[in-house]
């Protein structure tokens, strides 16, 4: 099974635009939500549990989500082929730094996504 790969991390000034790609090929046919999370630099030794939901695409229900922090600056979406996962994210802001993760789940519940897939993450640094 292939692994989920981040790319398109690094350094933008505050105000700037990036966009993050994720290979999800492997994922697609059993997985119900694919999406982004971070992970803030002071929460990196929490692992997992440290990270928050950024943005998704699920099957069930058909949507995208955002976090409220994100909404109107960040989009995610897929490409034509489905087999690569994009987080196209503008107008960044410092408190946006850290370290993006693709996941993939095959199961939700209330909101918790179960026995996830994680890639190794791509850094964003967002200075002021």
């Known amino acids: 099974q292939m692994p989920l790969v981040e790319s398109g991390g690094g350094s933008v000034q505050a105000g700037g635009s990036r966009t993050l790609s994720c290979t999800v090929s492997?994922?697609?046919?059993?997985?119900?939500?694919l999406g982004w999370f971070r992970q803030p630099p002071e929460k990196e030794h929490e692992g997992i549990p440290g990270?928050?939901?950024?943005?998704?695409?699920?099957?069930?229900?058909?949507?995208?989500y955002y976090a409220d922090s994100v909404k109107g600056r960040f989009t995610i979406y897929q490409d034509t082929t489905k087999e690569t996962l994009y987080l196209q994210m503008n107008s960044l802001k410092p408190e946006d730094t850290g370290m993006y993760y693709c996941?993939?789940?095959?199961?939700?519940?209330?909101?918790?996504?179960?026995?996830?897939?994680w890639g190794q993450g791509t850094r964003v640094t967002v200075s002021s």
């Open positions: 990270r928050e939901g950024v943005a998704a695409i699920c099957t069930v229900g058909n949507g995208t």
């Open positions: 492997g994922y697609v046919p059993r997985s119900i939500c």
């Open positions: 996941a993939a789940t095959a199961q939700v519940v209330r909101g918790n996504w179960i026995d996830s897939a």
